[in-house]
């Protein structure tokens, strides 16, 4: 009996060995299961961290973009009323200028009229003050210079 005794404690120990074992192949394979699902997920965080960033900066530039777009239609608007402004300044101009071509057209004759009677008159201004030399060197200074003429 002892040897069936024996036998049985050798089977009961064999027993329990395989199912400690067992009990610690399953704690190790929960284990590494735990790990590989933390794993998982911190690649899955860690992915969804960076599509969190990514998405920051892509409303960011978005916002950029939109702003810059605003400025740029501002800054066109100014320049489509700068140009018209120009364009009626223009248009200001050239009637000023067609009305100053008809008057000189007009009366261009009496400025160079004007122009040659000035011309005429320092001419005879000058003959005035040589005829009244001459009268004042010949003694005739009390004489009218005009008859001298």
């Known amino acids: 009996m ?16 395989v199912t400690i074992r067992q009990q610690v192949s399953y704690v190790l394979t929960d284990i590494l299961a735990d790990v590989e699902t933390q794993h998982y997920i911190s690649a899955e965080l860690n992915h969804a ?6 998405e920051g900066q892509i409303q960011v530039l978005k ?24 364009v009626g300044e223009l248009w200001a101009l050239s ?4 009305q100053m071509e008809k008057w000189q057209e007009e009366n261009g004759h009496k400025v160079q009229d004007y122009n040659n009677l000035q011309v005429e008159l320092r001419r005879q201004e000058e003959v005035v003050r040589s005829l009244r030399r001459q009268a004042s060197l010949s003694g005739n200074a009390n004489r009218d210079p ?3 003429v």
């Open 49 to 54: 961290l960076k599509v969190e960033r990514l």
């Open 63 to 86: 916002d950029e973009v939109a702003e810059r777009r605003a400025v740029s239609i501002a800054e066109q608007a100014e320049r489509i009323e700068l140009a018209d402004r120009i």
């Open 95 to 98: 009637v000023q200028l067609e």
């Open 146 to 148: 005009a008859e001298l």
């Open 2 to 17: 002892f040897e069936k005794n024996s036998i049985e404690n050798a089977l009961l120990n064999v027993h329990n060995n």
